[in-house]
Every structure is written in structure tokens, then in C-alpha cells.
């Protein structure tokens, strides 16, 4: 049961602080995203996989005249991204 509640303690850390914006153009905005990470397991395995936490990440978008803050607060995660291309993100904001 312990390890059960852990499980959903993280997915909900992962789905309450991470932001996504994909195939965006940001202009003349403040993202903002408040990172204090502890006890964090945080993991990638396999071909182009990608795991991040507290982190922001801009990939293929564009991002003008805009303010990025990054520092979320992370306490207990488990963070793993498994399998070919996959990611996980916990506590990041992940602009592609």
C-alpha cells in the first residue's frame, strides 16, 4: 500500500507542476514554474528518452519578449521516462 500511495503522490506532482507548450510561439509572457527539489528520483532509459525535473526545457518553438521562471517545489518523486522516446517531466516546463 505504501508504494501505491507513493506512486499516485507522484503522478500527482507530475501532472500539478509541470507545464507543457508544444509547437508554440510565445510573446511578451511570463512562465513561471518554482523549483525546490527534494528526495527525487529522476530517470530516463531507453533510445531518446528524456526525464526532467525543475527544469524548463525549449525545443523547436519560439519564445520572444517573454519572462521564464523555473522554481517549483518537489518533494518525494519518482520521475522516469521508459521506453524509446519517451519523457517525463516533473516540477519542468517543456516548451517545444
Known amino acids: 500500500m505504501k508504494t501505491l500511495t507513493f506512486a499516485v503522490v507522484a503522478l500527482a506532482a507530475f501532472v500539478s ?9 510565445i510573446e511578451k509572457s511570463t512562465l513561471i514554474n518554482a523549483s525546490s527539489n527534494k528526495n527525487v528520483l529522476n530517470a530516463a ?7 526532467n525535473t525543475g ?3 525549449v525545443v523547436g518553438s519560439q519564445v520572444s519578449k517573454s519572462t521564464v521562471i523555473n522554481a517549483s517545489s518537489n518533494k518525494n518523486v519518482l520521475n522516469a ?13 517543456d516548451i517545444r
Do not use: M, P, R
Not at 45 to 51: C, E, F, L, R, S
Open 17 to 25: 507542476t509541470s507545464a507543457f507548450a508544444e509547437g508554440s510561439k
Open 55 to 57: 527544469s524548463i526545457s
Open 81 to 93: 521516462a521508459i521506453g524509446e522516446g519517451t519523457v517525463a517531466n516533473t516540477g519542468s516546463v
Open 45 to 51: 532509459i531507453g533510445k531518446n528518452a528524456t526525464a
